[in-house]
């Protein structure tokens, strides 16, 4: 889908201050967009987000997280992300998360992950991913300064990011001409020129 483009990485990898730097800038520039994020991203697939994030949820299945995951996606996919064609739709993560985190990470079956996805996301794709590349060593010292705000995902500890993060560099692998890959460990300013050149040398935003 042309207008669609996804903001991928790590825990800690710097997702957040790029994504409002793009906001500010496709304003100041009169670009139409919608921010968006997974899970999330609207009524129902937000009421998901809280279940998988629900620290008191420290017993939820694998196969159970995935399949949240691919629900909230799916709902979301008709809610917002199909819903405006006349916009670019930015969107906080989106499949390759639960490649990385519920392949990669949890170990389930790659061709799973894959098969969902698939179903969930009814065969859109969008036509650029911005990866921040930040390694989980770096990622996860960022976040433990924030130690008391980790969620149910984020307090799977060092090890699991590490196998998110080497899945993160598969899927790139397998998809090179998808992927905008930004050194996420540079200063915020510098981050942001790269993706602004390389989405503007895509053509997707002037
Ligand atoms: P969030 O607070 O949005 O984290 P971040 O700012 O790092 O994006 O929480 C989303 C968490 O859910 C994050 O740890 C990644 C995880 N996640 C998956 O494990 N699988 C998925 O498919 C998605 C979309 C997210």
Not at 138 to 161: C, H, P, Q, V, Y
Request: a neutral charge; aromatic letters at 6%; one cysteine or more.
């Amino acid at each position: 889908m042309k207008n669609f483009i996804v903001f991928e990485g790590i825990d800690g990898s710097g997702k957040g201050t790029q994504l409002k730097m793009l906001e500010e800038y496709l304003k100041r520039t009169n670009q139409p967009a919608v921010f968006t994020r997974e899970p999330g991203g609207g009524k129902i697939s937000e009421e998901i987000r809280g279940v998988i994030k629900d620290k008191e949820n420290a017993s939820m299945t694998d196969i159970c997280e995935l399949l949240l995951f691919e629900a909230a996606r799916n709902q979301h996919l008709h809610d917002t992300i199909l819903n405006n064609p006349n916009k670019l739709v930015i969107c906080d993560r989106f499949t390759d998360s639960s490649l990385a985190y519920q392949g990669y990470g949890r170990g389930i079956d790659i061709d799973v992950v894959s098969k969902l996805n698939s179903i969930a996301t009814e065969g859109i794709s969008p036509v650029c991913t911005v990866f921040l590349d930040v390694p989980a060593s770096i990622g996860e010292n960022r976040n433990s300064r924030l130690i008391d705000k980790l969620d149910r995902i984020e307090m799977a500890g060092n090890t699991f990011m590490e196998k998110v993060y080497i899945g993160y560099k598969n899927i790139i692998k397998d998809n090179p001409s998808r992927f905008l890959v930004v050194d996420g460990t540079q200063n915020p300013d510098k981050v942001f020129d790269q993706i602004l050149s390389g989405l503007k040398q895509i053509g997707i935003i002037k």
